[in-house]
């Protein structure tokens, strides 16, 4: 047995030092074997997954028969990793070869010089009725473990992928002294899986495998890798859950961090490579003004916008605002009136047209007449007034366009003093008139119109929004996580169908992580798909039970006694949650 055998002897059955859990890296070329020693990496794992994702290719395609896993691993681990790293190397064993044999494995490990082996490809990454496959073909989980134990009899070390709580046992009555418990391929980056278990699941499952193995095998080391955990806070809180002994990365040691640098690279050399916006004169004072009334943006789109409200705002006469879902309407109000911001709404939508009528135009009776909003002499705003009955519509264009209004019982001819500020919610591509307007309003509207643009179409605005938005909320200057190149790039890419609200959420959210931790794209990722869970609104109790209950069968192999006991409910009881929400079939 080599130094890179004892070494790793010594750390997998002495205590765990105080230099914490022992990580590994399964890496697939020498610059990520090399990068992860210089990083403190305690172990290589040199497999065919780690090669595939140096190709451009998921994790999951060195499952596929696209290659041979012997050959393609023996090639790089003994040629590029070995030659260039002191720390030990486990190779990955591939036990559904035809030819694979314990003795030929054994003799390879100690001939090339590695620490030991790892049985990689697996069968715990392969769905249960694949597993159930290679067991009955003699090349499943046992034939693994027994390869292992050949290898660990040798004098070298056995570092086993365990997916199951059967498979967990296995490894620790065979006496398998590193049992790494895998959920699944990480999720996360550009080509990672989607979250299926949360980070407390995983928690709790790795304690319970854990208790179980310790029990048979006391001295097993006991280590996590794949799933939810992508980041050290990932690992920490199932760490403070589960008593672990180390961790191994893949992805989110080669692949993600890879990512996450060339972007952060190339965005900041897009970014430098930009050139200042040349602003006129002019241009700087209309900034000045829509910053005054809380507009904020140098973008083009932003200064033609600010131009025509500044224009509007100069006229009395009633004018209409077109804007999506989600962008602030107080500023604009602002901008196109002093008062407008606080000026009397009326919601067309959402009031009944009785009201509405009665709001605008008073109300005519035996008792006299009491005057509406109309004959205030003040700024209205007046919303979707399309959902409106048509002839409120056409009465309300023909008072607005003839400066009166004529009551309806006593026919009193009223001067019509109020400008009214219409506003429609309307998305980028859609008309900014409704198509439902009553014509008359509609033409008397026309050329009177301002559209606000969405975000995504000044999204170089963003940097200068965001701070906004914090200061407007009161957080101080470093109260937000600094954000990175290539965070700043994901976030302009990212569609903003929620617009500024959507915009404020996210916001929230950074401020509720630690200012210590620059964020990655990874974490981008994440706050974008809150942000849009939240603007559908709260998910009620039976929705949220159904999702629990399809992703528990999802990672059950849709056995329904195991998803009953990984629920902690009868397996009666989940027939009847499953009848009631509709998934019995």
Known sequence: MGEQGLFIKWITVSDMSDDGLLIGAAVGSGIAAQTAEIGGADLLLAVNAGRMRNMGAPSIASMLPCHSATAMTDAFAAREILPRVSIPVLLGVNCWDAEADPGSVVERISEQGFAGAVNFPNAALMPRAMRQLLDRAGRGARCEIDMLARVQAAGHVALFYCGTKDHARAAAEAGIDMILLNFGWNAGGSIGHARRASIEEVGLVARDYAALIRRIHPRARILL???????????????SIASLDGYVGGSTLDRMPYEESVTNRIASYRLAGSRQIRLTRQQEKILRWGAGHGLIGRSNPMIACLEHLEALSGTARSVAVALEKGTPLG?????????????????AAGEPAA?????????????????????????VVLRDVHRS???????????????????????????????????FERAADEP??????????GAHLSGWVVRIPPLRQRIEDLPALMAAIAAKAGLADDALPPLSAGSMQRLRRHA?????????????????????????????????????????GFERSSELEKRQIVEALWRNDFHRGRTAEALHISRKTLYNKMARLGLSD
């Open 496 to 536: 903003w169908p929620g617009n500024e609200a959507e915009l404020e959420r996210v916001i929230g959210r950074l401020a509720a992580r630690s200012s210590h931790h620059d964020v990655s794209v990874t974490d981008i990722d994440g706050l974008l798909d809150a942000g849009e869970v939240a603007g559908t």
């Open 432 to 441: 900014a008139i409704p198509a439902d307007l009553h014509p008359e309003l």
């Open 355 to 379: 009201h509405v009528s009665r709001r605008l135009f008073g109300r005519d009776d035996a008792g006299g007449h009491e005057g509406g909003l109309l004959t205030c002499g003040e700024t």
């Open 389 to 423: 009955l048509p002839s409120l519509q056409r009465r309300l264009a023909r008072s607005l366009s003839n400066g009166a209004l004529v009551t309806s019982r006593r026919r009193r001819r009223m001067r019509v003093t109020a400008r009214i500020l219409f506003v």
């Open 225 to 239: 890798e794949g799933g939810p955990v992508v980041s050290a806070d990932d690992l920490g809180r199932v760490a």
């Open 331 to 347: 500023p604009v109000l602002s901008a196109l009136d002093r008062t407008g911001r606080d000026a009397p709404q009326i919601d």
